[in-house]
């Protein structure tokens, strides 16, 4: 295996309040090759985001990385402050947001965004740039290119933007793509083609993807391999194919056995019962276990085992039968 | 503001309103010491009269010999000794200070509350009517809008005393002042309540009342008034910050109480004159009062603000 | 685009349309004009004649049309106290009082918006606290007392600038400017001040508490994911969605700023249309209060107007259609 765009190490976020500290994200790693897509999935709430804005180091104070390590190609980044992470932002590390309405600044003309960007990261000149950004918008798919580069963003469809939007994500040239819901706010005709348009794009240029969503039915057709996280801790990693056809922590289970997947065929749609803890509630032991069914003493008072590689983050992972 | 049902509203509204608001109060220290010195000011102007130790309009009670008398120091020619010292006249800073302060609130409160009552009159009637009523009414108060209140206030002030005969019109001057003031200060009540009355009259208990045969007139002053008056005593609160302000602007500029009626601008206007001769109290003292008493106000106001309703801003 | 200016301007003309009938109604109901032009010495025929003489013998809706006509052509009437031309006596201050307004307004945008941005940058920083809490005081600082602290400060104790007038002038083809003598520039220091300062509080904690609101949305967010250098992110992103709704504020604090020169004028004995208005209201001299009203109205319409049109030079989603924005 390749040495990882992306490797994360135990990384924990705090978040300090007046009723006590609140872990978004409690020891969480895994790794991400080049050319790779890693889905991160789980529901609101249970650290997704908030870990893909460690990595960019755009945590919103008060909330601040407490533990763990960052590494991008090779060079350590979680204790990369200001200047020196801003140069990292946009040229190693893009970032697609779910809602394109609202991240593209409706003043400006998306050429302008795009040169901006390119400018300050690339060592090009002002010409090369327009011509770069007119090739970056015919790459993502949108057709007269060379004349939409002086548009504004409401002068194009919803679908249309987030194209604009990896563009700019793509335009500098980044190793490593966060997509943050990139497909939530989006008509469902249109999530496919930007789905496949990200997939098409990241593989040709061996850009490792973190693709963090709560709809499994995105992480199925996308994903090489998928992270499950689980009030900010993860609950199971491994190969897509591997998670959903046999889940071996009890959460991915029912996560599974809730999901509409239409290769399953299911009737009826499973619950799981109760929700997931708020984050100044989560229980001792395993976080998922007032609500698992499997649940033993062991549970209780030690956290799952942590998942790394392909594990699950339980005790007494399930021998799957596969879900039929 | 939520939906009680009618019987329980009035009496429910005012013990939630009292015990979250005196609970805020007893927190905001800024609050307390702003309706501290209120409260003190407000009670000095309505005993003024037992408080000063001169009656300042009282001609018999005045020495020019007095004149110009530094606080606190014995007057050159009679000895006598005054707190904040004496005006040229020889009336006593102190005494004139608190019959200012007395005009000063008497207008902004009247002025606020002709305001108050105008405005929320206009406005029930323009979003319970709708229709012509509800045009006319909130074009004129968008024409308003778009000229500073206190021009509004300079003009309707120059008018009223274009109409008033010349021998009345000092005597006129103090209620002229109030009708200008308020008559420039309505727009912001009716624009509140106007938009209160049109979410509250498509709520059910409002339809209720409608179907059991009450009159609009009930409707409105029984059902809808209530629902407005948090937000209505937050704009109050501030409207007197700013019509005490207009009327000492309009005073200082010598369009508003009369020398004869001195309010505290007339008192500034005045204590201008003697700002380069070094009599620096006869300025200083009615100025600073001024400024406590609108601080004060405007504080109070805020908090208040924040305090019922987050939401207006 | 063209049919909203169309509107706007429409509105803009009704306006005017009664403020005139303000006006007009002034001269028409408070005080009688007969009286004021005539001595005591009248005949009926005298007044008779002066009255067909003024049209007042014609219908109601006539007369304001007239008096519409006459005031479009800068015709107000003679001034009771002056006995001179409203419209002479008008055009002869109104240098004055335009140039302290400029010199203000100026002042009041430029340093609003800069304190602005700073406190909304830094946020939690100790100057931009500080700033804030004076804010509040300025607010409830009546106009003429910060005039008449300044004149105490910087004219009767350090004696270092003049408390009143324009000092010397220089008439350029009808306009006297203060610009050019030392003494012109170092009489607008204090007034100017005084003019602005409330002005400049207000735009700043508006320029403050919006751009606070900008800094928050995803498109901000996204700039920085980007590695967007600071200073772009908050001056060409941040800054100009900013500006979108300040503006208009501004625009009407511009003419503000010409209404609250009444106040600065009168403590400053400013010889600009301020003071002439207030004179005209001590003395009721009604053609000048008539004169002033309609200058104003015209001059603040007029900035609004400025306003709406700016926004298309500004906001590309109105320039495609007008309902667009959130």
Known sequence: MAAPVLSIRNLTVEIPTRHGILKPVDGVSYDIVGGEILGIVGESGAGKSMAGNAVIGLLSPPAHIAKGEIWLNGARVDQLKGEAMRRIRGKEIGMVFQDPLTSLNPLLRIGDQLVETMLTHLPISHAEAEKRAIAALEEVGIPGAAKRVNSYPHEFSGGMRQRVVIALALCAEPSLIIADEPTTALDVSVQAQIMALLKRLCRDRGTAVMLITHDMGVIAEAADRVAVMYAGRLAELGPVREVITAPRHPYTHGLMASTPLASKGQKRLHQIPGAMPRLDAVPDGCAFNPRCPYVQDKCRHAPGPTAEGNAAACWFPLVQEELS | MSETPIPAQKSRLRAAL???????????????????????????????????????????????????????????????????????????????????????????????????????????????????????????????????????????????????????????????????????????????????????????????????????????????????????????????????????????????????????????????GFLFSGEWWILLFPATTLLALALSVNLLGDWLRDALNPRLR | MLAYIIRRMAQSALVLLIVGLVAFAMFHFVGDPIDNMLGQERTADDIERLRKQLGLDRPFVVQYFKFLENAVQGNFGMSYRQGRPVIDILLERAPATLELAAVSGILAIVFGIALGVFTAIKRKGFAANAIMSVSLIGVSLPTFLIGILLIYLFSVELGWLPSFGRGNVVDLGGWSTGFLTTSGLKALILPSITLGLYQMTLIMRLVRSEMLEVLRQDYIRFARARGLRDRNVHFRHALKNTMVPVITVIGLQLGSIIAFAIITETVFQWPGVGLLFINAIQFVDIPVMAAYLMLISVMFVGINLIVDILYFFIDPRLRVDRTGGH
């Open chain 2, 18 to 272: 009292e015990s979250d608001l005196f609970y805020t109060f007893t927190r905001s220290p800024v609050a307390v010491v702003a309706a501290f010195v209120v409260l003190l000011m407000l009670l000095a102007s309505v005993f003024a009269p037992l408080i000063a130790p001169t009656n300042p309009f009282d001609p018999a009670s005045l020495n020019l010999m007095n004149g110009f008398t530094a606080p606190m120091a014995a007057n050159d020619f009679t000895g006598d000794v005054f707190l904040l010292g004496t005006d040229d006249q020889g009336r006593d800073v102190f005494s004139t200070i608190l019959y200012g302060m007395r005009i000063s609130l008497f207008v902004g409160v009247s002025a606020v509350l002709f305001a108050m009552v105008l405005g929320i009159t206009l406005g029930l009637l323009s979003g319970y009517l709708g229709g012509w009523v509800e045009t006319i009414i909130m074009r004129t108060a968008d024409v308003q809008l778009t000229f500073p209140s206190i021009l509004v206030a300079m003009l309707i002030f120059g008018i009223a005393k274009g109409i008033t005969p010349v021998e009345y019109r000092d005597q006129m001057a103090i209620w002229v002042l109030i009708l200008a003031i308020g008559l420039s200060d309505w727009v912001q009540f009716a624009r509140v309540v106007r938009g209160a009355t049109l979410v509250e009259k498509n709520k059910e208990y409002v339809e209720a009342a409608r179907l059991i045969g009450r009159g609009s007139g009930a409707i409105m002053l029984r059902h809808i008034l209530p629902n407005v008056l948090s937000p209505v005593l937050v704009i109050a609160t501030i409207s007197l910050a700013l019509a005490i302000i207009a009327e000492a602007t309009l005073s200082f500029l010598g369009v508003g109480a009369p020398p004869t009626q001195p309010s505290l601008g007339t008192l500034i206007r005045i204590g201008q």
